[in-house]
């Protein structure tokens, strides 16, 4: 589904990544750790197509996204990837139903479409009673299964998770790692998650270590 060769990626003089190769296969749960300054969310970020690798090539799905244009490539995120972040980026002065359905209103689709579309999603996840509440008004837990809908709302191939449950505590982490579980088995849904968290790690198809811009063996 996605390929990544020999990603190389520096910041100034200062060397991140050194030759990454990685191809994640679809409905698998793919786990980056390491230790802090590994290049983790860089990687992430540049297989998310947020940043743009200094060199290397990046495939989905037989489309070659590191010759795209950034408007192409906006385009492209937007449409087939979906991201969880730590913090959720909840917008506060929109409901749950209006955070998740974002992304379909940015791709053009109808109001009455998406709106039906993110009050499955948010049934789903649990959330059905939850459509009108804003953020505020949500749990940490309740928030981040928001963020998941949202990356969900356009049926991405692939989603990127960046230490999604870094601002969890243990029982809504566990729960958030079920989640993913469920829709890799529902849905054959696509992960790949940067996390420090050894339980999520541990429930994924793969694990892979990054030390020093490189995998460790």
């Known amino acids: 589904m996605l390929s990544a060769k020999d990603i190389v990626k520096s910041y100034?003089?200062?060397?991140?990544?050194?030759?990454?190769?990685?191809?994640?296969?679809?409905?698998?749960?793919?786990s980056i750790v390491g230790s802090s300054g590994a290049g983790k969310t860089t990687l992430l970020h540049i297989l998310g197509t947020l940043e743009?690798?200094?060199?290397?090539?990046?495939?989905?799905?037989?489309?070659?996204?590191?010759?795209?244009?950034?408007?192409?490539?906006?385009?492209?995120?937007?449409?087939?990837?979906g991201f969880v972040f730590q913090f959720h980026h909840l917008l506060p002065e929109f409901t749950a139903l209006?955070?998740?359905?974002?992304?379909?209103?940015?791709?053009?689709?109808?109001?009455?479409?998406?709106?039906?579309?993110?009050?499955?999603?948010?049934?789903?996840?649990?959330?059905?009673?939850?459509?009108?509440?804003?953020?505020?008004?949500?749990?940490?837990?309740?928030?981040?299964?928001?963020?998941?809908?949202?990356?969900?709302?356009?049926?991405?191939?692939?989603?990127?998770?960046?230490?999604?449950?870094g601002n969890l505590d243990s029982t809504n982490a566990r729960s958030l790692h079920q989640l993913f579980q469920q829709l890799r088995d529902e849905l054959n849904q696509t992960f790949v998650i940067v996390t420090h968290?050894?339980?999520?790690?541990?429930?994924?198809?793969?694990?892979l270590h990054l030390k020093d811009g490189r995998w460790e063996a």
């Open 12 to 30: 100034g003089a200062l060397p991140v990544l050194r030759g990454i190769d990685v191809d994640i296969k679809q409905g698998e749960i793919v």
């Open 197 to 207: 968290n050894e339980e999520l790690a541990g429930m994924s198809n793969r694990i």
């Open 52 to 81: 743009k690798a200094d060199g290397g090539e990046l495939n989905f799905e037989g489309e070659h996204l590191h010759t795209f244009s950034s408007k192409k490539l906006a385009d492209f995120r937007n449409r087939r990837i």
């Open 98 to 165: 209006e955070n998740v359905s974002i992304p379909a209103w940015i791709s053009g689709e109808s109001n009455k479409v998406v709106e039906k579309r993110a009050a499955e999603l948010l049934a789903r996840l649990s959330l059905a009673d939850k459509l009108t509440s804003k953020p505020h008004q949500l749990s940490g837990g309740e928030q981040q299964r928001v963020a998941v809908a949202r990356a969900l709302i356009n049926q991405p191939g692939i989603v990127f998770a960046d230490e999604p449950t």
